[in-house]
Structures are given as C-alpha cells and as structure tokens.
T-cell receptor, first 114, second 112 residues
Framework: DAGVTQSPTHLIKTRGQQVTLRCSPK?????VSWYQQALGQGPQFIFQ???????QRGNFPDRFSGHQFPNYSSELNVNALLLGDSALYLC?????????????FGPGTRLLVL | GQQLNQSPQSMFIQEGEDVSMNCTSS?????WLWYKQDPGEGPVLLIA?????ELTSNGRLTAQFGITRKDSFLNISASIPSDVGIYFC????????????FGSGTRLLVRP
C-alpha cells in the first residue's frame, strides 16, 4: 500500500520564478491538502482539494494556487517566488474511509528561494 | 484564528523514562491528532482522537482527548533512542473539519 508521494524532494529557485510541486495521495484517498512548514515551526494549511475543486483555503496569497486531477493527484503552484517562500511543502491525503480529519503526510518538498 | 499551545517546547530524558507532553487551546476542537516528525521528513501520524474523553494507545504511546475538548496529552512510556524527534499535536476546530491546526512542537531528546 503506497503512502503519499511527493516530487521533487528538493528544489532551488530564484526570486520571481514560478514553481510546481506534485503529490500523489495514499491509495484509497480522494482528498489532498497542502501545508507550508517554515523551519522550526508547525505546518500551516494552504488549501485543500476535493473532487478537483479547492474546498478550503488558508491565509495564503493568490500567488499560491493548485489543481487536482481526476486520479486525485495534485499540484501546488507558486508564482513570483519570494525569499520567504523558502520552506518544506507538505502534501497530506485523506478520505472517507479514515475520515477527512485524519490526514497522512508525504515526505515533503524542500524549496529554497535565493 | 484558533491556536494550539504545546508544551514543553523541548525536553531531555533518560532512556527508559516516561514522557508526557500536552496541547491546549482556548477554543473547542473536534479532533486531536498526534504526529512525529524526524529531520527532513514529513510528519507521521501516531494517534487520532475523535471524541471527548477518548483514550487511545499505540504501543508505548497513549493519548487522550480532554473532556473539555480544549486539550490533549500524549504519553510515551519507557522511552528509547528512536523516540527522538519532534512531536506535534494537531486538530480540527469548530470552523472547519478540513484544515489541521498545528502546535509548535515538542522536541524530544533522549540521553542513551
């Protein structure tokens, strides 16, 4: 049973560039949430996708956008990168079988903006 | 917005000792979850709690959902070196069952 997978594992970008991160949910899950984790802090909710729609959004600017595909995988896009966007980006999946609140995390993508 | 206060921030313990950490909020939470995160990795779910008063164990770990729905604790019995890591509490509040709100973490360091 494959868990949540994310790609790439690490990424280096420069200010102003755009980045796309990818996530495949755990088998049997249909909901994907994205979180940003700054160094030394707990993860912060960015948004959640369900049925290919953004269901809820946290306190993040419109530069952060996402997409969910029919196979439930998801992408996180960040435009006009700022130095402060450097963080670990985590994807979490959930589903009706285990409850929407019970979220399982992937290993994350470490983004460094120079 | 809703916040979780997690304590202690860090702790050193002797191998074999029991550990206790907790999480509190000023508002009601509907779900409490406890995660462990190792350096460079994503959080791993340890225990999920869904009802006030619920007490759940997972091996040497035990967690409880406070009866006021504003707190939760995690106990680790007979700690071992591989317990080292950062433990996060998380929960869903009254405003949303979709987003997890996280505490700031408890860093556990074990002296062998």
């Amino acid at each position: 049973d494959a868990g949540v997978t994310q790609s790439p594992t690490h990424l280096i970008k420069t200010r102003g560039q755009q980045v796309t991160l990818r996530c495949s949910p755990k088998s049997g899950h249909d909901t994907v949430s994205w979180y940003q984790q700054a160094l030394g802090q707990g993860p912060q909710f960015i948004f959640q996708y369900y049925e290919e729609e953004e269901r809820q959004r946290g306190n993040f600017p419109d530069r952060f956008s996402g997409h969910q595909f029919p196979n439930y995988s998801s992408e996180l896009n960040v435009n006009a990168l700022l130095l402060g966007d450097s963080a670990l980006y985590l994807c979490a999946s959930s589903g009706a079988g285990t409850g929407q609140e019970t979220q399982y995390f992937g290993p994350g993508t470490r983004l460094l903006v120079l | 917005g809703q916040q979780l206060n997690q304590s202690p921030q860090s702790m050193f313990i002797q191998e074999g000792e029991d550990v206790s950490m907790n999480c509190t909020s000023s508002s009601i939470f509907n779900t409490w979850l406890w995660y462990k995160q190792d350096p460079g990795e994503g959080p791993v779910l340890l225990i999920a709690l869904y009802k006030a008063g619920e007490l759940t164990s997972n091996g040497r770990l035990t967690a409880q959902f406070g009866i006021t729905r504003k707190d939760s604790f995690l106990n680790i019995s007979a700690s071992i070196p591989s317990d080292v890591g950062i433990y996060f509490c998380a929960g869903t509040g009254m405003d949303s069952s979709y987003k997890l709100i996280f505490g700031s973490g408890t860093r556990l360091l074990v002296r062998p």
